[in-house]
Nanobody
Framework: QIQLQESGPGPVKPSQALSLTCTVS??????????WNWIRHSPEKGLEWIAN???????AYSPSLGARTSISRDTSKNQFTLRLTTMTPEDTAVYYC???????????WGRGTQVTVSS
């Protein structure tokens, strides 16, 4: 069974960087044609796609967040990691990792991790 599990720091102070890791089990992140995504949800903005990394290691970023964002992977651990710099309270959200299919659907999601940016 495919499972995704987010792990991260919880509370973050303004101007700090956020690092979140998604551990995937039951499916290799190098399997052809799948991509691995970070998505967040807040009541103010709704669902917002942040970035992805595909089976080859090619990355893509949301234009609105791109300069602050990086995504990487560790294939030996079957994990991928999001880094978001210069956090502000507007980045407070539940952050999810999700698998993207070749037809660009998100079919498996982690349970999400709450990130609160507060001094």
């Amino acid at each position: 069974q495919i499972q995704l599990q987010e792990s991260g720091p919880g509370p973050v102070k303004p101007s700090q960087a956020l690092s979140l890791t998604c551990t995937v089990s039951g499916f290799s992140i190098t399997t052809n044609y799948f991509h691995w995504n970070w998505i967040r949800h807040s009541p103010e903005k709704g669902l917002e796609w942040i970035a992805n990394i595909d089976y080859r290691g090619t990355t893509a970023y949301s234009p609105s967040l791109g300069a602050r964002t990086s995504i990487s992977r560790d294939t030996s651990k079957n994990q991928f990691t999001l880094r978001l710099t210069t956090m502000t309270p507007e980045d407070t959200a539940v952050y999810y990792c999700a698998r993207g299919t070749p037809t660009s659907e998100f079919d498996f999601w982690g349970r999400g991790t709450q990130v609160t940016v507060s001094s």
